[in-house]
């Protein structure tokens, strides 16, 4: 089982960035996959989540209206688009997948990918 996180960099406050998780070694479409953050200090939190059987998603409170993920079950990889960046959205972003669940509750998830660094200057 491999989850790829890849797309993180540097970007200025208000610019987006998008990430994208390659998964592999499971069948995608009976997971679904869910984006975490971890700033320095802090702990790990949810961001978004999508079923991969019915691209139901759900999004944390603070990232709704900016952030948009979506997946392309054919190529067994999410995204997540992140638009107008805010300097708190700098952190550690994991992918993750859980199996039929919907729910952005980490101790949940059965696999997790390595993360990807974004960081947002002001």
């Known amino acids: 089982v491999q989850l790829q996180a890849s797309g993180g960099g540097l970007v200025q406050a208000g610019g987006s960035l998008r990430l994208s998780c390659a998964a592999s070694?499971?069948?995608?479409?009976?997971?679904?996959i869910g984006w975490f953050r971890q700033a320095p200090g802090k702990e790990r939190e949810g961001v978004s989540c999508?079923?991969?059987?019915?691209?139901?998603?759900y999004y944390a409170d603070s990232v709704k209206g900016r952030f948009t993920i979506s997946s392309d079950n054919a190529k067994n990889t999410v995204y997540l688009q992140m638009n107008s960046l805010k300097p708190e959205d700098t952190a550690v972003y994991y992918c993750?997948?859980?199996?039929?669940?919907?729910?952005?509750?980490?101790?949940?998830?059965?696999?997790w990918g390595q993360g990807t660094l974004v960081t947002v200057s002001s």
């Open positions: 999508i079923s991969s059987s019915d691209g139901s998603t």
């Open positions: 070694g499971f069948t995608f479409d009976d997971y679904a």
């Open positions: 993750a997948a859980v199996l039929g669940t919907l729910a952005l509750v980490p101790p949940l998830y059965d696999y």
